[in-house]
């Protein structure tokens, strides 16, 4: 059935480093991917999205990849920082209402 | 604060009571979405209603749920009867028609004693 799903739970970094968080998706005819911030006691916040007709979109200090191959996504958080600890998720979308979300990896900054 | 709302943020009840839970969406939006998110796990779809048509309802949501969209402003989740196995935070989410970015409310997390 259709699934996302990330490679760790946990990612630890050293302030001032490149985060990268890895989502496998299997739904080959999602075409809408979204990454999602979510810190505690909040509601999941939306980072950035990107097409299956992309293979990269950039925002402020954040990059999406989509290798759909692989059926692969994956964040790049530049110079992470102390507020960018959080629980991130993955989300798929195969078009119209339904977005199924991955388990999450939570991002540790250390200072 | 032009975003979603929810109302209340934390609600602690016992075992076989009524609880029911407010969304506000953002204004301009006509779709509106309830998830729940137990923990340590990504939100997990419950219904979709666009306008005041609720068009789209999850196994997951057993008869003692009922969600409704009146206006098609705010809506209300209503759980009857709870069950320990509610306990969890629950998510409202709304967007335009046409796109598919879902924006989130704070949520409300319920304990069922």
């Known amino acids: 059935g259709e699934s996302v799903g990330l490679h760790l739970p946990t990612l630890s970094v050293q302030e001032g480093d490149n985060s990268i968080i890895n989502c496998a998706y299997s739904?080959?005819?999602?075409?809408?991917f979204i990454w999602y911030k979510q810190e505690s006691g909040k509601g999941p916040q939306f980072i950035i999205d990107?097409?299956?007709?992309?293979d990269k979109r950039q925002g402020q200090r954040v990059t999406v990849l989509l290798n759909k191959t692989v059926k692969h996504l994956s964040l790049q958080i530049a110079a992470t920082q102390p507020g960018d600890s959080a629980v991130y998720f993955c989300?798929?979308?195969?078009?119209?209402?339904?977005?199924?979300f991955g388990a999450g990896t939570r991002l540790f900054v250390k200072a | 604060d032009t975003g979603v709302s929810q109302d209340p943020r934390h609600k602690i009840t016992k075992r076989g009571q009524n609880v029911t839970f407010r969304c506000d969406p953002i204004?301009?939006?006509?779709?509106l979405y309830w998830y729940r998110q137990t923990l340590g796990q990504g939100p997990e779809f419950l219904t979709y209603?666009?306008?005041?048509?609720?068009?789209?309802k999850s196994r997951l949501l057993s008869d003692r749920f009922s969600a409704e969209r009146p206006k098609g402003s705010f809506s209300t989740l209503e759980i009857q009867r709870t069950e320990q196995g509610d306990s969890a935070m629950y998510l409202c989410?709304?967007?335009?028609?046409?796109?598919?970015?879902?924006?989130f409310g704070p949520g409300t997390r319920l304990l069922v004693l």
């Open positions: 989410a709304s967007s335009q028609a046409g796109e598919e970015t879902q924006y």
């Open positions: 739904n080959s005819a999602s075409d809408y």
């Open positions: 990107i097409r299956s007709n992309m």
């Open positions: 989300a798929e979308n195969t078009g119209g209402f339904k977005t199924i």
């Open positions: 204004s301009e939006h006509n779709r």
């Open positions: 209603f666009q306008n005041e048509a609720q068009l789209e």
